[in-house]
């Protein structure tokens, strides 16, 4: 059983990275900021984690991790590529429900690299499978599950950004028409070869 105030501790330090990632960019945020808005000792945040680095990746951990929960399971029929829109979906969702934290990581500027270990993650997490269900060499499958998080990313970072004015319904048909051709092209390239 994990120790309450251990618990504690760790939502303090985890919420003072919260407030202060959205006021500063990463690098300008020290342990000291993070120590005072906690309310806790530079000792004790060292006993939590090993570096600023360590409490980030806490986060990144977790997104992906939630990411990939919703992302695997499965259609009806195990086939997404006959249900194209069911990851669009699924991240929508994701999205409207999840804490703005991780809209913010996923969409900032200053945190990129942050979102590009939640996006290394969750391909690592995906790429065994497409490979199994698309019968799919292991480099196709990374080459899939890359391109498909990068464009669906790029898609959404633009859309949550205000940075193309589109209805959620015509975000969503794009998205999807965009990704299945393009999946469709690479399944159709690895038949041929």
Known sequence: MTDRRVVRTNQALRAAFRK????YPYHDITVQQLTDEANINRKTFYLHFDSIDDLAESFTTEIAD??????LQAPADHEPLE???IWAQRLGEF??????FYTFI??????????RRVKNRVAEGMAADFQRDYQLSATDAQ?????????TMTLFRLYITKQIDLSKSAFRQRLVALNLSGM???LALTKQN
């Not at 939630?66 to 992302?71: D, I, K």
Request: charged share 10%.
């Open 20 to 23: 202060l990632a959205q006021q």
């Open 66 to 71: 939630q990411l990939l929960t919703l992302l």
């Open 83 to 85: 249900h194209p829109g």
């Open 95 to 100: 999205f409207d429900e999840a804490p703005a």
């Open 106 to 115: 996923l969409t900032s500027d200053d945190y990129s690299f942050l979102s």
């Open 143 to 151: 080459i899939g599950v890359n391109f498909l998080i990068d464009s």
């Open 184 to 186: 469709q092209g690479l």
